[in-house]
């Protein structure tokens, strides 16, 4: 029995390839149809591992997936750039005049919004992945629809592509994590990035100085993102990504920024996968 990683999405889909480059391809997968679900199936124990979209370079943040790693104590040990290829397909003979909507997740329709609005006779219509899209076209032989899905999406579902590489900017790429309900504990020597949340008070220049600490101790903050604490309006948490040279640099400020933040957090501690 392979391990067992749940995806948002079916086979064919980015997050599958991602599974298989992270993982290899002895693995059972288990397929999701939200990220909610994906979340569940770990914390139910039914799935070992998990393959998260975090961020992409043309839509940004995936805002509900930062929650959904603080709210279930999930744990980051590692991360994954995939190059998205977006790809219009439909049934075989299907002519792009004769399409009149276009399915895929929401991410992928905002994506490639530029080459839809070219093609003004198309409703873009939101749906739950980019392969199940597909699937379903092929299973229930849907005329007038195409799906924007990766190119093995085409093969392994039998559809025509029609239009290639539809995103808006052409070097797209999305960083997907690798999530887990336990920590995985690296060696120190291979730990290069870390992921973390705190929240910081309203006096001015709190997160200024949050920022100096971290810049003192020669940590490299490559992500900041900010969301705000349900329970308490107008007050904000921040979802921060560093990169570090020596272990021993970010156990400083972590030391530090326990005392000088609220409800701090550290959501994973693993290897830059952009190294």
């Given at each position: 029995?392979?391990?067992?990683?749940?995806?948002?999405?079916?086979?064919?889909?980015?997050?599958?390839?991602?599974?298989?480059?992270?993982?290899?391809?002895?693995?059972?997968?288990?397929?999701?149809?939200?990220?909610?679900?994906?979340?569940?199936?770990?914390?139910?124990?039914?799935?070992?591992?998990?393959?998260?979209?975090?961020?992409?370079?043309?839509?940004?943040?995936?805002?509900?997936?930062?929650?959904?790693?603080?709210?279930?104590?999930?744990?980051?040990?590692?991360?994954?750039?995939?190059?998205?290829?977006?790809?219009?397909?439909?049934?075989?003979?299907?002519?792009?005049?004769?399409?009149?909507?276009?399915?895929?997740?929401?991410?992928?329709?905002?994506?490639?919004?530029?080459?839809?609005?070219?093609?003004?006779?198309?409703?873009?219509?939101?749906?739950?992945?980019?392969?199940?899209?597909?699937?379903?076209?092929?299973?229930?032989?849907?005329?007038?629809?195409?799906?924007?899905?990766?190119?093995?999406?085409?093969?392994?579902?039998?559809?025509?592509?029609?239009?290639?590489?539809?995103?808006?900017?052409?070097?797209?790429?999305?960083?997907?994590?690798?999530?887990?309900?336990?920590?995985?504990?690296?060696?120190?020597?291979?730990?290069?990035?870390?992921?973390?949340?705190?929240?910081?008070?309203?006096?001015?220049?709190?997160?200024?100085?949050?920022?100096?600490?971290?810049?003192?101790?020669?940590?490299?903050?490559t992500k900041i993102q900010s969301l705000p604490v349900i329970k308490t309006p107008w007050k904000y948490a921040f979802f921060v990504d560093v990169t570090f040279?020596?272990?021993?640099?970010?156990?400083?400020?972590?030391?530090?920024?326990?005392?000088?933040?609220?409800?701090?957090?550290?959501?994973?501690?693993?290897?830059?996968?952009?190294?």
């Amino acid at each position: 029995m392979g391990l067992k990683v749940a995806i948002q999405g079916i086979k064919g889909s980015n997050h599958h390839q991602v599974a298989k480059e992270f993982f290899g391809s002895d693995i059972e997968l288990v397929e999701c149809l939200s990220f909610h679900g994906l979340v569940d199936e770990l914390l139910d124990k039914r799935a070992d591992k998990g393959i998260m979209a975090i961020e992409n370079s043309i839509a940004g943040s995936i805002l509900p997936n930062y929650s959904l790693l603080y709210e279930h104590n999930l744990h980051i040990i590692g991360e994954h750039y995939l190059n998205i290829h977006h790809h219009l397909m439909v049934l075989n003979g299907q002519r792009l005049s004769e399409i009149k909507e276009v399915r895929s997740h929401p991410m992928a329709l905002l994506q490639c919004r530029e080459y839809l609005k070219q093609q003004s006779h198309i409703k873009m219509v939101e749906d739950v992945d980019t392969a199940e899209t597909a699937r379903q076209i092929q299973e229930n032989q849907i005329k007038g629809i195409a799906a924007i899905a990766p190119k093995a999406a085409a093969e392994l579902y039998g559809l025509e592509i029609i239009a290639t590489d539809i995103q808006t900017i052409k070097n797209n790429a999305t960083r997907f994590i690798v999530i887990k309900t336990k920590n995985k504990a690296l060696p120190k020597e291979e730990i290069n990035k870390a992921s973390l949340r705190f929240i910081t008070d309203h006096k001015r220049g709190s997160l200024a100085t949050v920022l100096n600490v971290m810049s003192d101790c020669n940590l490299n903050l490559t992500k900041i993102q900010s969301l705000p604490v349900i329970k308490t309006p107008w007050k904000y948490a921040f979802f921060v990504d560093v990169t570090f040279d020596e272990y021993e640099q970010f156990a400083k400020s972590k030391s530090l920024l326990e005392i000088m933040t609220e409800d701090f957090k550290v959501l994973g501690e693993y290897k830059n996968a952009r190294l």
